[in-house]
């Protein structure tokens, strides 16, 4: 799969779990309207996400593409943050045990005025975009 089909896969997952049409790969980036109290709360609903969900000093989420369960140490979170449907969305990275890179996009949605981390996708794993099942169950 080239690297243009990778990268367009990203948008196209987020839009089918939350609903709305494919935003640009240059929009997931960042959105500077989000900005101050916001933007800080939105990255302290991901900080909160990853530490809650953190057992002994690792982040376990399941790789649907490659069938496993990856074990992730925290590094640190993007600074780009954008909104798409009802969800904040922003990436962080990791480290697996073995040294690969792991970038995770994390969901945040705002409950009864509060910022809830909901989900964590894998973005990326060395740099290399992932192909979802989802977009394949698709062709």
Known sequence: MNIKKRL?????LLSLIIGGSVFSVAQAA????????????????????ILDNTVDGRLYVY??????LMELKFDAIHEGVVRKGEFYVSCADFTTKDGQQVDLD????TIDANLIGSASLVHSINGEAREYHLERDQK
């Open 8 to 12: 367009l896969t990203i948008p196209l």
């Open 30 to 49: 960042d959105d500077p309207s989000i900005e101050g109290a916001l933007r800080v709360n939105i990255k302290a609903a991901m900080k909160k996400y």
């Open 63 to 68: 790789d649907s593409v490659d069938g496993k």
């Open 106 to 109: 994390i969901l945040v949605k």
